[in-house]
C-alpha cells in the first residue's frame, strides 16, 4: 500500500509540479533574450556598458604595455648588434645577416600586429562614446554577449564576420 500511496502521490504532484515549471522554462528565454540586446546596446545596461569599457581599457593597457616592451628590445638589439656586413664574403656571415634580417621582420610584423589589435580597441572605445557599441557594422543587428566577452573589441557578429571570412579566402 505505501508504494501505491506514494505512486499516486508523485503522479498527482508530477502533473501539477511539471507544468508550471515547463512553463516557466518557456518564458524565462525570451525575457533573457529582450533584455540581452537592449544590455548590449546600452539601453538601461550601463553597468554592462561598464563591464566592456573596463575591459576594454585594461587591453589597451595591456597592448601599450607589450609595444613599449618590444620597441625597447628592439633598441636594445640594434645597439648591441649593428647590422652585419655582408662585403666580407663568408658563408657565415651571410648566415647571420639573414638570421638577423628574419629576426627584424618578425618583430616589425608582431609590432604591427599588437598596433592593429590596439587600433580595434581604440575603436571600440570609440563606439562606446558614440552609443554604437554592440551593434553589427555588416548588418546592425546586436552582437552576442558572448562574443563581446570573448572578444569586447568585435565589430561583427558571428554571422557577418564568418561572411567575411569566407569571402577573404575565397579571394586568395
Same mark, same amino acid.
Given at each position: 500500500?505505501?508504494? &501505491? ?6 503522479? $498527482?504532484?508530477?502533473? =501539477?509540479?511539471? *507544468?508550471?515549471? %515547463? *512553463? ?6 525570451? %525575457? ?9 546596446? +546600452?539601453?538601461?545596461?550601463? $553597468?554592462?556598458? /561598464? ?8 587591453? =589597451?593597457?595591456?597592448?601599450?604595455? /607589450?609595444?613599449?616592451?618590444? #620597441? /625597447?628590445?628592439?633598441? &636594445? ?5 649593428? !647590422? %652585419? ?9 651571410? !648566415?647571420?645577416?639573414?638570421? #638577423? ?5 618578425? $618583430? ?5 600586429? !599588437?598596433? +592593429?589589435?590596439?587600433?580595434? !580597441?581604440?575603436?571600440?572605445? *570609440? ?8 551593434? @553589427?557594422?555588416? @548588418? $546592425? ?5 558572448? =562574443? ?6 568585435? =565589430?561583427? @557578429?558571428? &554571422?557577418?564576420? #564568418?561572411? /567575411?571570412?569566407?569571402? *577573404?579566402?575565397?579571394?586568395?
Amino acid at each position: 500500500m505505501p508504494q &501505491k500511496r506514494s505512486s499516486k502521490s508523485m503522479s $498527482g504532484r508530477g502533473t =501539477r509540479a511539471v *507544468r508550471p515549471r %515547463a *512553463r516557466a522554462a518557456k518564458k524565462a528565454p525570451a %525575457a533573457r533574450a529582450v533584455s540581452a540586446p537592449a544590455r548590449r546596446a +546600452g539601453k538601461g545596461g550601463l $553597468g554592462s556598458l /561598464e563591464t566592456y569599457t573596463r575591459l576594454l581599457l585594461d587591453e =589597451r593597457q595591456r597592448l601599450r604595455q /607589450e609595444l613599449s616592451e618590444m #620597441e /625597447e628590445q628592439q633598441v &636594445k638589439t640594434h645597439e648591441e648588434k649593428p !647590422v %652585419a656586413d655582408v662585403g666580407g664574403g663568408y658563408d657565415e656571415d651571410l !648566415v647571420d645577416v639573414a638570421s #638577423e634580417a628574419f629576426e627584424r621582420e618578425k $618583430g616589425l610584423a608582431l609590432e604591427s600586429s !599588437v598596433q +592593429g589589435v590596439l587600433a580595434m !580597441v581604440e575603436d571600440a572605445l *570609440r563606439r562606446i562614446r558614440a552609443g554604437t557599441y554592440g551593434i @553589427c557594422a555588416g @548588418c $546592425g543587428q546586436p552582437i552576442d554577449a558572448n =562574443r563581446l566577452r570573448a572578444i569586447p573589441y568585435a =565589430r561583427l @557578429c558571428i &554571422k557577418c564576420k #564568418e561572411r /567575411e571570412e569566407r569571402l *577573404r579566402s575565397g579571394v586568395r
